[in-house]
């Protein structure tokens, strides 16, 4: 997809690609052929440039054919380089400006709280990300309010556009940070399917939202991605391409949407 | 001429509006950001705690918890002071509300330099350039108590975000009544031949005065009271300016990017026209009374003649 578009965002997105297959196929009560069901749980992708991966798991649900997937970030498809709720199917919040998917979330979660909806929101946040001050204001509001209805993943692969977090602005220890603000925290290996369905289930009770803090791999699976900061915001050549697909597909296991622990 | 009823802030009206509006209609909700006690906001929150969310000091917060109300099907109306709700959230509402094209309502207080002593961090000169900017923003300034109870409850039923600029101060009504709605929001409110005067919120009734003013002098001026800047009523605008062939606006903000502009706008494409601009020249404000601030900045009825005596001057 990316390679296809000659553009986007590669490395965030395969640290998320566990989490998100998950999600889609797993854990999220949804309807590919009804995407505005009241009943459905939500998933926001609040580190919205990690688009390719978000996509694919829609594709793959039913939510559009699998070969527009290909045309991400192209003129006149419905995939836009960052999300967009009114064009393509299944996506629930526009996204990109990184910072803000939490506090929508946390609105969401309200509205859906006021009407009495049964669906959970799961909301997806870099750890880079988390360095927005507007995270923490949205975490603050998110407790205050008691939203049991909400819960932060954050991939957490210490990665971002200009080198590791921790050098760049430190942002840890994010489960230390997130308790302080009243959340429920859980940390898992964000690679492990077993400690991700397990968290994500378990983090739609309690007395208040939940945090997991998902350690993560950026670029994983693609041995020469993986911990690159810079296969942040860069598409693969053919010859890059080739390989990348090689060694990803060499770890999938056959069936759709069926994963298994790495 | 302006009605004879005391003076009112149209703030007053929003917080009474809203309240209306949160009886009538289940999934009306309502934000703050700790300015609900002066925003007028806090009334809705006192008959309807459920629906109403006070965030803190927060407010790019405030702005995306409003647009994931709106997202779940609520018609959201979020307040705070006009410098704070398009400047320090300016990306949320761009990213969040006007980009998704939600039904948020970003109902902004203290607009302008009449909110008088905090001073410059406090004056907003540049929201409605803002605001304008931003695609599917809808900008309303409305110019009394009863056109903007008429506005905040007509909001209910449009689609799509929107901007509404009340003020601090108590002004003069203009309306005797609340209107049914704003229509295209361009009100001719007295005809006239020799220039026309474009004006918004406050600025409507020190204009309706140097009408008055300019009629002593034998010339004829037609008031138009131009509540919605964005989209602008085109035709209103253009008739107007033809018939005149010149005009002066009139704003409680910058001339860079607010009423003059749209006007000017207007008259570029369609029917090119002197236009002076009276507003904050390019500059931030400072701490005083309403009354002193707006001599100083030249924004009163007397200034307004001497600009409108000006542009047919150099008309001649």
């Not at chain 1, 998110?142 to 556009?161: E, F, M, P, R, S």
């Not at chain 2, 509006?17 to 999934?27: D, K, P, Q, S």
């Amino acid at each position: 997809m990316v390679a296809e578009a000659s553009s986007g965002h590669p490395g965030g997105s395969l640290s998320a690609t566990d989490i998100v297959t998950a999600l889609y196929f797993k854990v999220l009560k949804h309807r590919p052929d009804d995407p505005k069901w009241a009943g459905r749980d939500r998933f926001v992708l609040s580190k919205g440039h990690c688009a390719p991966v978000l996509y694919a798991a829609l594709a793959r649900s039913g939510y559009f054919p699998v070969d527009d997937l290909p045309n991400l970030r192209k003129i006149d498809c419905h995939l836009q380089g960052h999300p967009d709720m009114h064009k393509t199917p299944g996506v629930e919040i526009s996204s990109g400006s990184l910072g803000q998917g939490l506090s929508v979330s946390a609105g969401l979660s309200l509205g859906m709280r006021l009407d009495g909806l049964p669906g959970h929101v799961f909301t997806l946040l870099g750890d880079g990300e988390s360095q927005e001050g507007e995270v923490w204001e949205a975490a603050m509001a998110a407790a205050h309010y008691k939203l049991t209805n909400l819960t932060a993943i954050v991939d957490a692969n210490g990665l971002q556009i200009d080198g590791f977090t921790k050098d760049v602005m430190n942002v840890e220890p994010l489960p230390d940070k997130f308790a302080a603000f009243g959340w429920k925290t859980l940390a898992i290996d964000g690679h492990d399917f077993g400690q991700i369905i397990d968290a994500l289930e378990a983090s739609r009770s309690g007395d208040g939202p939940t945090a997991i803090i998902a350690r993560t791999v950026k670029g994983k699976g693609v041995s020469f991605m993986e911990n690159n900061a810079g296969w942040h915001g860069k598409a693969p050549s053919p010859e890059e391409t080739r390989q990348a697909l090689a060694e990803l597909q060499g770890e999938q296991v056959p069936g759709k949407g069926e994963p298994v622990g790495s | 001429m302006a009605v004879e009823l005391k003076p009112r802030a149209t703030r007053e009206a929003y917080g009474d509006a809203l309240l209306a509006l949160g009886e009538r209609h289940e999934n009306v909700v309502a934000l703050d950001a700790d300015l609900a006690g002066s925003t007028k906001s806090g009334k809705f929150g006192a008959a309807f705690p459920e629906r109403f969310f006070n965030v803190g000091i927060a407010e790019a917060n405030m702005m995306n918890i409003a647009a994931g109300l709106a997202i779940s099907g609520k018609i959201a109306y979020a307040s705070t002071f006009a410098v704070f709700a398009t400047g320090r959230a300016f990306d949320q509402v761009r990213q969040s509300i006007a980009q998704p094209r939600l039904p948020v309502r970003i109902c902004a207080s203290h607009g302008g330099l009449t909110v008088g002593e905090d001073g410059c961090t406090h004056q907003s000169v540049e929201d409605i350039g803002l605001m304008r900017l931003l695609p599917n923003m809808r900008v309303v300034v409305p110019a009394d108590y009863n056109q903007t109870y008429a506005a905040v409850l007509e909001s209910y039923e449009l689609p799509g975000p929107m901007y509404i600029r009340t003020g601090r101060p108590n002004v003069p009504f203009i309306y005797g009544e609340p209107p049914a709605g704003l229509g295209k929001g361009c009100d001719v409110l007295r005809e006239g031949t020799d220039i026309s005067l474009f004006a918004c919120g406050i600025m409507v009734s020190r204009t309706l005065e140097a009408a008055e003013e300019l009629k002593k002098r034998d010339i004829s001026a037609e008031v138009v009271n131009v509540s919605v800047l964005k989209p602008i009523d085109v035709d209103t605008v253009a008739a107007s300016l033809t018939k005149a062939g010149c005009a002066v606006t009139a704003e409680e903000h910058s001339v860079i990017g607010g009423l003059g502009d749209a006007v000017a706008g207007v008259a570029t494409e369609y029917c090119p026209a002197r236009i002076g601009r009276l507003g904050i020249k390019d500059t931030f404000g400072k701490s005083g009374q309403p009354d002193q601030l707006l001599e100083e900045f030249q924004l009163t009825a007397r200034d307004l003649v001497v600009l409108a005596e000006q542009v047919l001057k150099s008309r001649k």
